[in-house]
């Protein structure tokens, strides 16, 4: 029979139909009014789905819902087989039709209360009766298909939709019997859906109100009672304000009227997502000029600036679009200032290509991707041999870590297409961010990038220094939105409601009351359509109410909500900008149907946008008008709620988590996350955000302990200020750090605490000899040892003796400088950290290599090399290398000098470590240089000088300085060698490096 030739059936089975399917509950198959069994699972399900569907399914939809990972031929064997084994295991074989691409069951013989359930339910209230009648459960319960996953999820979602369907046939029959005055009938199918879902809280009221019109007061109290129990036992919420007016209602004695529900208004269309850009062909013409500079091979960065709702994310969004297929595109968006995380934006962006499994990824050498993982870890998952991140100084590992995810972005534009790297809402992205987009600036003047970017011109502070440093680099562009003209405001409105009596009057006021902004347009439109009035008479629109801002408009449009809908909204604006379903359903404390249903709502009214995997709001604005609201009591639950809800689905959100505990009152959780975020923050490198977080912890710690008197509280304040002195000397802050010390030092002494006291001046030693001041970090840690032994503090002592050594080194006094050393290794012991002791033994070795005592600066070179070996530092473990190397220099031992120092410049370059490798090259100049090799020396020296300057470092400027000098005497280039010793000795003086000066000096 051909599929044209089927007759139509109706909802109930047809008087020929021999083959009946139950599947709602647990299924059954029934042929000429008796059992029929299908032998084999797999069959059965086949059965079941094709019952299922009133119209024949495409072949290809059955390959793939039961063998979605086989390749396309084995799959449709498989269903010809399958199909086969259904038409054997049925009494008749023409009950089962199947042509070339489609299958199905022949409708004049077989009925299934499925497709009846659903025909029903879509008629009228009367057939409902019916419909229920055939409800005698969920979809094909009992049945699992484990090895069909695809299956499986079609059945669940069918579960779902016939429960949705069961449960508004339940309400609309309950309704229809409640006006009726059927009290009794109309409380039975209350009662029958709250046995399948008890969350709802409307049907709950609307039980309570049957109760009380059918005479019964104290039925209809303890179900308000039984209602409240349920919403906190499983929601932890208290009824809604509409449930407690019915109560009191009740309580007081007042009669109930037994009305129809109000029915919602119907909604007019309101403007979406498809309303056509305006107003901006010049703005996109100036994109697509700085485009096609980006794409011949000069890499261009272009910011669109304007004030909020302007239009710039809009811009950038449908320009991009435009590109599809011609440029590989990335996009990242910058969080609200309060919940912003190290890279998110870039890294959110470089996800996109590990999704689509760009191939440039597997060009990018292992080491980096290393470092990128520490940002990407699904980097691991791609690549899971790759080797550790390596053990370096944190300054050091974050220009590892800039120099990584810039050469992923530098590989992504090596290809067929361009890349378009689109960075939205700018002035939210954290420091971080911002400083590595200078570094990317650097790179990418030959590559094919446009990087896009958008910010708030009210904000325009936090991106200022980058606009500055790109301006600098000569590859920065701008684009400054403004408003839209009445042509273009006009036109928008025509296309949103076809033309209208006297609109020009209406652009005239829009314009006025907007300035063109785009979004506050089509929210004032918004709620004008949502209000019906935009077809009132427009000559008095004077008159009109129409909102002075768009707080008002919003609002205006938030009170047409649902309460459950207003609900969910609120919970969404807590969470800031995106979120997806679990999160919001959690945080706003409404049953999953009703979170769904109201979701529905929010999109409809154009109040959220539905983006995979979640939601987003329309506009950041929209978000803070509901936030503004909220009372600070609601506000504080649901920061509650969002916290405990991340900590279940996004546990390694530790920021936002802490945040939430934060604004919702529960210092002691939002403590905890903060210090998780810290550590994550330093882990990349981020000092601005983990010092933000910082902040909030000391906040915190004054509002849990605000007299300083918990001894737990008091050490915690300590290890804060002292990390955040090191993330301010990291960044070059000195005078923050400086802050944070006397802040330190200021609790020590407000509080007499000697353990404080001692750790600020642990600090203050090392900062000292970091700026060079070696006689007063001498004095303070001289005051620390008489503190540390007072306290019994080995390890802290044996740190300050090494500091003094160090101090001593560099003061150009080697004897007290191994003193002191050799005091704090004694004091260390053997037990000591082999990181710790690798430090002080490796400085002891550049001591007595000064001091030319070779052989035991050999042998403590060769401790330290051991020490970091134990510890996996590879990074030392190459400086440890090179130093023996340039041992054996020393003692003429030029074959074993040259295998150590090549051997261990090749583990520094394949590590990547810099420094080492800058170090490895001058000591290869030096080993050329005492060869006689004079050109090649000057080669090696030119090298790294050029990585020395590059990594800013004036110790190793002065040491491949001052070996270029030496070689280019010994060419005979002797003004140009006088001009680099020269400038070797100004730098060593400038860092008061004296052994460096003396040599420098005996050069010239």
């Known amino acids: 029979m051909d599929w044209e030739d089927r007759p139509k059936t109706a909802g109930h089975a047809p008087p020929a139909a021999d083959l009946r399917l139950y599947l709602l509950g647990p299924p059954r198959v029934e042929w000429a009014g008796h059992p029929l069994t299908i032998p084999r699972r797999q069959v059965r399900a086949l059965l079941y789905y094709l019952a299922a569907h009133r119209q024949p399914v495409p072949r290809e939809r059955l390959c793939f819902l039961f ?8 799959a449709r064997r498989n269903l010809s087989h399958l199909l086969t084994h259904l038409r054997r295991a049925l009494p008749d074989p023409t009950l089962l039709l199947a042509s070339g691409e489609r299958a199905g069951l022949n409708p004049t013989r077989t009925w299934s209360d499925v497709t009846a359930f659903e025909q029903l339910c879509a008629a009228s209230p009367p057939a409902h009766q019916r419909a229920l009648a055939l409800y005698r459960g969920p979809f094909l319960a009992g049945l699992s298909l484990s090895d069909s996953p695809e299956f499986e999820n079609w059945a669940v979602l069918k579960q779902h939709a016939c429960e949705r369907l069961y449960l508004e046939a339940l309400v609309a029959l309950s309704e229809e019997l409640m006006v009726r005055g059927e009290y009794e009938q109309a409380i039975a199918c209350a009662r029958r859906y709250l046995d399948t879902d008890d969350l709802a809280e409307d049907v709950h009221r609307r039980l309570i109100e049957l109760y009380a019109l059918a005479g019964e007061r104290s039925a209809a109290l303890r179900q308000f009672e039984r209602c409240a129990a349920i919403l906190e036992r499983e929601l932890g919420i208290g009824p809604l304000p509409e449930t407690r007016a019915v109560y009191r209602a009740i309580l007081e004695g007042r009669t109930l009227v037994s009305k129809r529900p109000a029915v919602r208004p119907t909604w007019a269309t309101l403007p979406g997502p498809d309303v056509p850009l305006v107003g901006r062909d010049e703005a996109l013409h100036r994109l697509e000029e700085t485009h096609t500079r980006a794409r011949a091979g000069r890499g261009q960065f272009l910011l669109i600036a304007g004030e909020a709702g302007i239009g710039k994310s809009r811009l950038m969004q449908d320009f991009a679009t435009r590109l599809q297929g011609q440029a590989l595109i990335l996009v990242g968006t910058g969080q609200s200032g309060a919940q912003t995380l190290p890279y998110h934006p870039v890294a959110q962006a470089l996800r996109g290509a590990l999704e689509i499994e760009h191939p440039a990824l597997d060009r990018v050498p292992p080491i980096w991707l290393a470092e990128a993982a520490r940002l990407l870890p699904q980097l691991r998952a791609r690549h899971p041999d790759l080797p550790s991140p390596l053990s370096v100084e944190p300054e050091e590992a974050r ?207 154009q109040l959220l946008i539905e983006q995979p995997p979640g939601y987003r709001f329309q506009h950041e604005l929209a978000r803070q008008t509901v936030e503004a609201g909220l009372s600070p009591v609601r506000r504080q639950l649901l920061h509650r709620r969002a916290a405990r809800a991340l900590e279940r689905l996004e546990p390694n959100a530790v920021a936002i988590v802490a945040r939430h505990f934060g604004l919702g009152g529960e210092a002691e959780d939002a403590l905890r996350y903060y210090a998780q975020a810290v550590e994550q923050a330093e882990a990349l490198f981020a000092w601005r955000e983990a010092e933000r977080y910082q902040g909030h912890m000391l906040a915190l710690l004054d509002q849990l302990d605000p007299d300083c008197a918990s001894p737990a509280c008091l050490a915690q304040r300590g290890e804060i200020l002292t990390a955040r002195a090191h993330a301010h000397f990291l960044q070059g802050r000195l005078a923050d750090r400086d802050a944070d010390l006397a802040a330190l030092a200021g609790l020590a002494e407000r509080t007499e605490d000697d353990a404080l006291r001692l750790q600020t001046l642990v600090h203050r030693v090392r900062y000292l000899n970091l700026d060079a001041k070696y006689e007063e970090a001498i004095k303070v840690a001289e005051e620390g040892l008489a503190l540390a032994d007072l306290l019994h503090r080995d390890e802290t002592e044996s740190r300050l003796l090494a500091q003094i050594g160090f101090a001593r080194y560099f003061l150009g006094q080697p004897q007290a400088a191994l003193t002191a050393l050799e005091s704090a290794l004694a004091v260390a012991g053997e037990e000591a950290d082999p ?153 060593a003086r400038s860092i008061a490096h004296r052994r460096r000066l003396v040599e420098a000096l005996v050069g010239l």
């Open 835 to 987: 990181a710790m002791r690798g430090r002080i033994t490796h400085i002891l070795g550049y001591v007595y290599f000064h001091l030319g005592d070779y052989a035991r600066s050999l042998s403590y070179q060769r401790e330290a090399q051991a020490c970091h070996q134990a510890v996996g530092d590879h990074n030392r473990m190459a400086w440890d290398g090179l130093d023996i190397g340039a041992l054996h220099l020393e003692l003429g031992h030029f074959a074993e000098a040259q295998e150590h120092l090549i051997e261990h410049l090749a583990l520094a370059r394949r590590i990547g470590a810099r420094p080492a490798e800058a170090y490895g090259l001058t000591l290869l100049g030096c080993w050329e240089l005492h060869r006689g090799n004079y050109t090649a020396a000057t080669d090696r020296f030119q090298q790294a000088l050029s990585i020395q300057q590059e990594l800013r470092s004036a110790h190793g400027s002065v040491a491949a300085g001052l070996g270029m000098g030496l070689a280019l005497y010994h060419l005979g280039n002797l003004n140009e060698a006088r001009r680099r010793l020269e400038r070797a000795v100004e730098l």
């Open 399 to 605: 220009t590892r870590l800039f120099e990584a995810l810039c050469q992923l972005t530098l590989e992504l534009s090596i290809g067929p297409q361009p890349l378009l790297l689109c960075l939205d809402d700018l002035h939210w992205a954290d420091r971080t961010t911002l400083d590595w987009l200078v570094c990317l600036a650097h790179r990418m003047t030959r590559h094919p990038i446009l990087v896009l970017g958008t910010y708030r011109t009210e904000e325009q502070r936090a991106v200022d220094d980058l606009r500055h440093n790109l301006l600098r680099l000569g590859v920065l562009s701008e684009l400054r939105l403004t408003g839209l003209d009445s042509g273009s405001v006009l036109q928008l409105l025509h296309h949103l409601t076809g033309p209208l009596p006297r609109d020009e009057v209406l652009v005239h006021r829009l314009q006025e009351a907007t300035s063109g902004n785009p979004f506050f347009i089509m929210e004032i439109l918004r709620a004008l359509i949502e209000a019906n009035r935009l077809r009132d008479d427009l000559s008095n629109l004077r008159e009109l109410p129409l909102p002075e801002t768009v707080h008002q408009a919003v609002r205006a449009r938030l009170r047409r909500l649902s309460p459950q809908a207003r609900q969910v909204l609120e919970a969404s604006a807590i969470l800031g900008d995106s979120f997806d379903f679990d999160l919001v359903h959690l945080t706003a404390g409404r049953p999953e149907m009703e979170a769904i249903d109201a979701l529905d709502e929010l999109v409809a009214r």
């Open 67 to 74: 063998w979605s990972d086989t390749p396309e031929s084995q």
